[in-house]
């Protein structure tokens, strides 16, 4: 396992330079300057902020530069915040995104794993057809549909729950159900096609001429290997839920990551660009290297190492 690992890890720095060097020379090589986006500098001005943030050499001394200061953690200063670093307002921000993401995670496996198991153990029947009705209603629902609908619903109607904001526990409940709407709804899908095809395979033919319960076929024996390509899903999707949504958490006023990352696309900070995109690659490695290793416990069948 240590030898997967270190292996994993080696491939997750050379495609780590690669992603953060691309990103940050595509921001550069865009047309315009990061310094003069609501009005023309005088170029005196922009020369010398240019300067001070190490973005007057050539591009390659300017990356060169910036993987300097990397190297010694820094992430940079924001171009944006001012007398805000890359590193304050991610500690700031990620934790934040991370708690809903994290519910949000919960909860589509969740309702993704009993609905799509129940919706396989009842094929063509009425729970199966209700089932995969409002997965598809899941899926072709936008979260900005969604949220409005929710917020107008607990938070207005209802008053249950607080319709924005930040600072409790209630708040994170309208958010999360919101994030993990539409994956719930790929989960159940992906689920209930994996379970379809182990449900027909021979050893659980012979566990039902044992006399097991159906309950026990299915939950005992079929969904240890119908489970398999759901868990290959979980990486890529707890890694586009702990880094939150933007439509999400603008919508409900939470300060996560996501609206921070947008706006230092359109706002070209650069350096504030390449700290989220540094953040995001090394969880979603991260995530798919635990599934990876998950999975070889899971089905014997599979050697890593």
Known sequence: MAA???????????ILVIVVSGTFLMMRIAPGSPFALERKLDPAVEQRLNAQYHLDGTLLQQLGSYWGNLFHGNLGESLKYQNRSVAEIIAYSLPKSASIG???????LGVGIFTGSLAAANHNGGIDRGAMF????????PTFLIAPL????????????????????????????CLAAPYA?????????????VLNQDFVRTARAKGLSESAVIYRHALKIGILPLISYTGPLAANLL????VVETI??????????????????????????????????????????????LDKRIKLW
């Open 4 to 14: 997967f690992i270190f292996k994993r890890i080696l491939q997750m720095l050379v």
């Open 102 to 108: 994290l519910i949000a995670l919960v909860l589509a």
């Open 185 to 197: 709804a790929y989960c159940s899908r992906l689920m209930r096609t994996s379970m379809l095809d």
């Open 243 to 246: 880094t939150g949504s933007m």
């Open 134 to 141: 409002l997965a598809l209603a899941g899926i072709c629902l």
């Open 150 to 177: 929710l917020a107008l619903l607990f938070a207005i109607y209802l008053e249950w729950l607080p319709v924005a904001g930040w600072g409790s526990l209630s708040n994170l409940v309208l958010p999360a159900i």
């Open 252 to 297: 409900f006023n939470i300060p996560g990551i996501g609206p921070f990352f947008v706006n230092s696309v359109l706002n070209r900070d650069i350096f504030l660009v390449g700290g989220t995109v540094i953040v995001y690659f090394t969880i979603l490695v991260t995530l798919n290297t635990i599934v990876d290793i998950l999975y070889t416990y």
